[in-house]
């Protein structure tokens, strides 16, 4: 019998997620800014009100770009042994999983055009769970590349059928 036990993963993501998930935010943050300062000049009489909002707009981005990106990237762990897939993430609510090696049905690597931008990489590795797949964000595009090659041949080598 293999003892799995739920622990914290021991590697953190890449240092350059840190950056792209603050751009990516900053992207929705200036869509928000952008439709207020649309409806406060499209607005006849613009009351003091629309500045406020404007105002405590800026504040809330300001705060959620400083504080999100360090705080995931703090809390963003991975790893894999010769019998598991260990992951942990979230910066708000925050999840653990693990998965047996010998769970595994597939492995699959994903660059969006902005991780392209980060050279990072986010890596999916799909069990027979009800719970879904197993997530790595935020991957160095080599350390994302390794993951897969690893896990495919510790998948391989098993020939279990990942059920």
């Known amino acids: ?9 021991a590697n953190l993501v890449s240092a350059r997620a ?18 207020e300062t649309i409806v406060w000049i499209a607005t006849p009489d613009p009351a003091a009100g629309h500045l406020i909002v ?4 800026l504040a809330v981005a300001a705060a959620h770009l400083t504080v999100m990106p360090q705080w995931r990237y703090r809390v963003h762990r991975w790893e894999t042994t010769d019998t598991a ?3 942990q993430a979230g910066w708000w609510t925050q999840e653990r999983r693990i998965a047996p090696v010998a769970r ?3 492995v699959d690597l994903h660059r969006g055009p902005l991780e392209q931008l980060f050279g990072l990489a986010n890596v999916t590795v799909t069990t027979a769970s009800a719970a879904g797949p197993l997530k790595v964000h935020g991957l160095d595009v080599g350390t994302a590349d390794a993951l897969v090659q690893e896990l495919t041949i510790r998948m391989r080598a098993d020939g279990g059928d990942g059920t």
């Open 85 to 87: 897939v260990y992951t």
């Open 54 to 57: 404007l105002i405590v707009t």
């Open 18 to 35: 840190r950056w792209y998930w603050a751009v990516r935010a900053l992207i929705a943050w200036l869509v928000v800014f952008g439709v």
């Open 1 to 9: 019998m293999i003892d799995l036990q739920l622990r914290a993963p």
């Open 104 to 106: 595994v049905q597939t």
